[in-house]
């Protein structure tokens, strides 16, 4: 069993080598759609909702990974050839002031709008009622997960560690 998932594994980070933005908007799909089918039955839903299933992999597949993909690269750049506790802080404190408030806003839009199909007033009052909680609930967790990310993980490892954290999130 072990060399199975030894292989596979292998396999995958020769895709990150070749393919890296294709394997991470795939494995960020996988990952939303495995947590949405998750949650769909933590929920109590006898039969699995598949086009909420498939919006949510969508999501996955052309925003998060993707974005994922190009915002680690673009904090490469800029604190290229910087190491240290100082640069880990200074990384997270972005990421933290300049792409949470960003994503939990879009995602709140795009479950709203696409996934179930609300008209934007109603999604625009919801937004505007739950964004300052979900804000403040992400900062709360998500500082600690990018400090790990930014610490331990090398950067074609870093959308997987947090999309495999988001979809347990």
């Not at 396999?11 to 933005?21: A, D, G």
Request: charged fraction near 20%; aromatic fraction near 14%.
């Amino acid at each position: 069993m072990a060399e199975i998932v030894s292989e596979a594994w292998q396999k995958y980070l020769k895709q990150l080598q070749l393919h890296p933005l294709r394997t991470k908007a795939i494995t960020a799909g996988v990952l939303v759609g495995c947590s949405d089918a998750i949650a769909q039955k933590i929920s109590g839903v006898k039969k699995l909702q598949l086009r909420r299933l498939f919006l949510m992999m969508l999501y996955g597949f052309a925003y998060s990974g993707p974005f994922g993909h190009f915002l680690h690269k673009l904090m490469d750049k800029i604190f290229k050839g910087k190491k240290g506790n100082d640069t880990v802080a200074k990384k997270v404190l972005l990421e933290q002031c300049t792409t949470s408030p960003w994503n939990n806003l879009f995602f709140m839009m795009y479950y709203g709008l696409v996934v179930e199909g609300r008209p934007w007033g109603l999604v625009k009052s919801k937004v505007r009622k739950d964004y300052p909680s979900v804000q403040l609930t992400a900062w709360k967790f998500w500082p600690i997960v990018g400090w790990v990310n930014y610490q331990y993980m090398p950067l074609q490892l870093r959308v997987l560690f947090h999309s495999f954290v988001a979809s347990c999130w």
